[in-house]
């Protein structure tokens, strides 16, 4: 295992966004659907703040940037 | 009859409230059936603790049966006892001794006031103020010792035989007495600071459970249930029997028929009581406690019918004698059954908060409405 | 290997499998409790990135927001005890497949790409950084975004009043 | 004197200790559990008290004696109650989603846990000083209500589904409330931060620098906790005389005991975030130039000073607890709505009026 770093949370992010993909897909009842998009959209929040923290330290985007999809 | 678990077509949830349920004081089962929070309908269902009172006493002398009743409304067991004592009596055409008719009211009263602080701490211990019923029970514990004292017993006392009182009272009755009414004084604005002056009481009680005037009088609603709507039922003052016409005292009539308002003709009728006792307990006539009766009582052929005030509501004795030792029939019209069947009626459309306060403020004892 | 990195593994691990089951699982209830165990493993990485700020606001939104709400709708709309029927297995293989492919492609795309390495020193991100952040007008602030969501709040605040008020005549 | 009863002084000792022995990672470790038992150690001290404390705060209010049979004046009543709970069978009844069910009480239970890690107990005496140290403790304590809506659900109970369903709509919109009346002290202080909000309050508490709006506040986040901890008067997730016992009515055992301690500890946390809050923490009363009366006031360690406050406040809890009648759901939400959020909302702008113009003292 390597020391976890950007990679690492680039899966992750991707890997909740196709377990959201797929349970959207599956699902046929409006909570359940709705409850898949809460992992796509959190899985483009932790995008933003592993960027934030593995690139583009220089600015705190990521924070205020995840903020706007959470509302 | 719905279906006892589960929900309705509409979607309303049927909750069974008891037979085992903090807030029915005693085996009561009501059906409710909930919209979210608010009661759509209350279906009360009894026999869970019926003994079949009334018939049991068709095989018991005249002066057995009485000790029955104690078992009814255990809290008003002497204006119970009193009731059908005054029903033999009435029969036997016997002449209480004045003694014997002071010592029943007084103790009646006082029967009352404990019965009522009771229901006070447990109205309180419903709404979710524990405090109260701890305060209303070192009142309480007073007059039942008073009781101990004279009767032998602190809760069913069988103390009202035919033609009087069964024993002297104790020695100790008038210092006891007064002991009380200097202590209950000096308590009663304490009940009021903690309880009827509370702003969540208010806003608790206050137009919740609305009975007026018509609906408690359709319903047979008596007692302080039935006045606090504006019904004028008081027995002691309606069809006043024993000495009660002689004293002086007001009968609490309210106007709003809401829960805070069945709360408040109680809490008046207490100091009602209060100013009875102070009346006789310095006036109890020298003489015989118990008029002379045959050790055999046989009541002549008839129909005798007696009603008294218990501390619930209007409580009558219907007796059929054929003459025999044992009564031929007995029925007893219980206040507490009439304002239960109140209870749907009020509560329909209130919160499921609202049905225990408010069947706090009907004062139901269970084994009264389940005879 | 460092107690840091055990850490991560098993927020990772967390993370991914209650995503997993809930999306899999057929109880709608469990599947929204698995949602925000999903949800809190997310908040445990931005603890672990130190992002304190971001994971304790995915914290209270989710947890005493989201979930709550998401729980009440289960409540008030379905028979939460009942199990949700599977879906046809057409369509189970068809999402599985889609959804593989397009992780396959993402992570192809991850591999390939050379992230820069960061040059300058970490900033500030401290809460009051990010509050400067959201209120600033100038070219990385995020006032406009800021006050777009909040009309879009309002709007969503006012019909949920119309919505209300409209079962109002009918009550008794 | 005070040097005693410095905890600095001794947590660093070990810390250096620590590392001077092992490697960073055991270190780590090690620190990691020596803080776990202490946490655990505390939770079980903690519970044992306050449950101690609330039936002897309840026999005073009802003119009883309350326990007094099991050790000298009752001291091991609770020990022995604990015993009693832990040697119970754990009853899971028919029909319950029994992984729901029995995972419920432990949320509850590390939920109520997680809360101890900012508090200050006293001087340099804190497991985590992270910088959000009060939207941590708000976050985690939103966890809770996760922990009473699965209990209820699972329960299979329609009592219980009641209670839930009531605990859940008063918790979410209380922490609206209590948050805001954090809020005031957040912004005078500038800072989230556990240990910068208790320095702030060196020359004075926030309840006395803050002028009305902050007493405005205080009084506000007390009736806010009350409510969010359900608790009398607002205990409508239990509401025994209504629901026999809510959310937890299918609970017994040990089970139970984890709610019911978990209720405690959130108790303990709100208090004492209340009085790291509004009174200061662990900094001890000083009233302005009296320097004689500061020096006796420093004499008291500053543990004594937190834990005072906080009981307190707790006694304050419970005395709401057994002289109020309970609110209905409706009013509950209604005073909640109506009357504390728009306060606690005005109250706030006041305050950041206060402290834009430095008017606080």
Not at chain 2, 9 to 23: C, F, R, S
Not at chain 3, 13 to 37: D, E, K, P
Request: include cysteine; charge should be neutral.
């Amino acid at each position: 295992m390597m020391e976890p770093g950007l990679y690492h949370m680039l899966f992750i992010g991707a890997a909740l966004f196709f377990i959201g993909i797929y349970g959207f897909l599956t699902r046929r009842n409006l909570i359940t659907m709705l409850m898949s998009l809460e992992l796509i959209l959190n899985s483009v929040c932790l995008n933003f703040i592993a960027f934030n923290r593995y690139v583009w330290t220089d600015r705190a985007t990521g924070p205020s940037m995840s903020a706007v999809p959470r509302i | 009859m719905v279906e006892e678990i589960g929900t309705t077509d509409k979607g309303e949830l049927i909750i069974n409230v008891g037979p085992q349920h903090p807030a029915t004081h005693g085996v009561l089962h009501l059906v409710i059936t909930l919209d979210g929070e608010t009661v759509r309908k209350v279906e009360p269902h009894l026999g869970y603790i019926h003994r079949s009172i009334e018939k049991m006493s068709e095989s018991l002398s005249y002066r057995q049966f009485i000790y029955a009743t104690s078992r009814m409304d255990y809290l008003s067991a002497h204006i119970n006892n009193h009731a059908c004592a005054m029903a033999v009596e009435k029969g036997l055409q016997l002449e209480v001794p004045e003694r014997a008719q002071v010592i029943r009211v007084l103790m009646g009263e006082l029967t009352r006031i404990a019965s009522h602080v009771l229901w006070w701490g447990a109205m309180a211990m419903d709404i979710g103020a524990f405090t109260p019923f701890f305060h209303a029970f070192r009142e309480r514990e007073m007059i039942n010792d008073i009781m101990e004292e004279s009767c032998g017993a602190r809760l069913t006392m069988n103390y009202m035989v035919p033609g009087g009182v069964m024993y002297d009272i104790h020695p100790n009755f008038h210092r006891r007495v007064k002991e009380f009414i200097a202590q209950f004084k000096r308590k009663l604005p304490e009940y009021d600071e903690l309880v009827t002056g509370n702003t969540i009481f208010r806003a608790r009680t206050r137009g919740v459970g609305v009975l007026s005037k018509e609906d408690a009088i359709s319903y047979g609603c008596s007692g302080p249930t039935g006045r606090a709507s504006g019904v004028d039922c008081d027995i002691r003052k309606v069809q006043p029997y024993g000495i009660y016409d002689r004293l002086d005292f007001r009968q609490i009539i309210g106007k709003e028929g809401d829960t805070y308002s069945r709360y408040l003709v109680r809490m008046q009728e207490m100091r009602q009581s209060l100013h009875i006792i102070e009346q006789l307990i310095d006036n109890i006539p020298e003489g015989d406690f118990q008029a002379k009766t045959k050790a055999v009582l046989k009541v002549p052929k008839g129909e005798y019918y007696s009603r008294v005030e218990t501390a619930r509501g209007d409580f009558g004795v219907y007796l059929v004698s054929e003459g025999g030792l044992t009564p031929y029939r007995i029925k007893y019209r219980s206040p507490g059954f009439s304002n239960l069947s109140a209870l749907d009626h009020t509560v329909r459309g209130q919160k499921i908060g609202d049905l225990v306060a408010i069947m706090g403020s009907f004062d139901l004892v269970i084994p009264d409405i389940d005879r | 290997m460092k107690g840091e990195t055990i850490v991560f593994y098993l927020l990772a691990a967390l993370t991914l499998v209650s995503a997993a089951m809930a999306v899999g699982t057929r109880r709608i209830f469990r599947s929204a409790v698995y949602l925000l165990s999903s949800l809190i493993g997310i908040a445990g990485l931005y603890f672990w990135m130190r992002f304190e700020f971001a994971a304790a606001v995915q914290i209270v939104v989710y947890a005493g927001g989201i979930a709550v709400l998401i729980i009440f709708s289960v409540f008030l709309t379905q028979r939460a005890g009942d199990d949700m029927p599977t879906p046809p297995m057409l369509r189970t293989i068809a999402a599985a497949g889609a959804a593989l492919l397009g992780m396959g492609l993402v992570m192809l795309q991850l591999v390939a790409h050379p992230f820069p390495t960061p040059a300058v020193a970490e900033v500030d991100r401290s809460v009051s950084a990010i509050g400067r952040r959201m209120l600033a007008t100038g070219d990385d602030g995020f006032a406009l975004p800021f006050e777009v969501v909040s009309l879009l709040l309002l709007a969503a605040m006012i019909g949920c009043i119309v919505i209300a008020m409209r079962a109002k005549p009918n009550q008794p | 004197m005070q040097h005693m009863w410095n905890f600095a002084q001794l947590t660093d000792l070990i810390h250096g200790w620590l590392y001077e022995t092992f490697p960073p990672a055991w270190a780590l470790a090690f620190e990691m559990i020596i803080v776990g038992i202490a946490v655990i150690g505390l939770f079980a001290g903690l519970g044992l008290v306050l449950v101690l404390m609330e039936r002897k705060v309840s026999a005073f209010m009802q003119i009883r004696l309350g326990p007094n049979r099991v050790g000298p004046k009752g001291l091991m009543q609770s020990l022995a109650d604990t015993l009693k709970l832990l040697v119970k069978e754990g009853m899971t009844p028919d029909g319950v989603d029994r992984f729901l069910f029995n995972l419920a009480p432990f949320i509850a239970m590390i939920a109520a846990m997680l809360l101890m890690a900012p508090i200050a107990f006293a001087k340099d005496f804190q497991i985590w000083d992270l910088n959000i140290g009060v939207l941590y403790v708000t976050a985690i304590s939103s966890l809770n209500v996760i922990a009473i809506l699965m209990a209820g659900w699972s329960s299979n109970n329609k009592y219980s589904l009641l209670g839930a369903m009531r605990s859940g709509a008063q918790i979410v919109s209380y922490e609206l409330s209590a948050g805001l009346s954090i809020l005031t002290v957040v912004v005078l202080t500038g800072s989230l931060q556990i240990s910068d909000i208790v320095t702030a309050q060196s020359n004075g508490w926030w309840i006395f620098k803050g002028h009305i709006p902050v007493l405005i506040a205080f009084v506000i986040y007390m009736i806010a906790v009350t409510a969010e901890t359900n608790r009398a008067p607002f205990d409508m997730a239990e509401a025994e005389s209504e629901l026999t016992g809510g959310f937890h009515t299918e609970y017994s055992g040990m089970k139970f005991a984890l709610f019911f301690l978990a209720e405690y500890i959130n108790v303990f946390i709100v208090c004492a975030i209340g009085a790291t809050l509004f009174l200061g923490g662990w900094m001890p009363l000083h009233i302005g130039e009296w320097t004689a009366f500061n020096g006796i006031m420093d004499w008291i360690p500053s543990s004594v000073w937190f834990f005072g406050k906080t009981f307190f406040l707790i006694f304050l809890m419970m005395w709401f607890r057994w002289t109020f009648p309970r609110l209905r759901i409706d009013q509950l939400l209604n005073l909640e709505w109506r009357y504390l959020l728009p306060i606690g909302m005005v109250n706030i702008l006041l305050v950041t009026v206060i402290a834009i113009l430095k008017w606080h003292f």
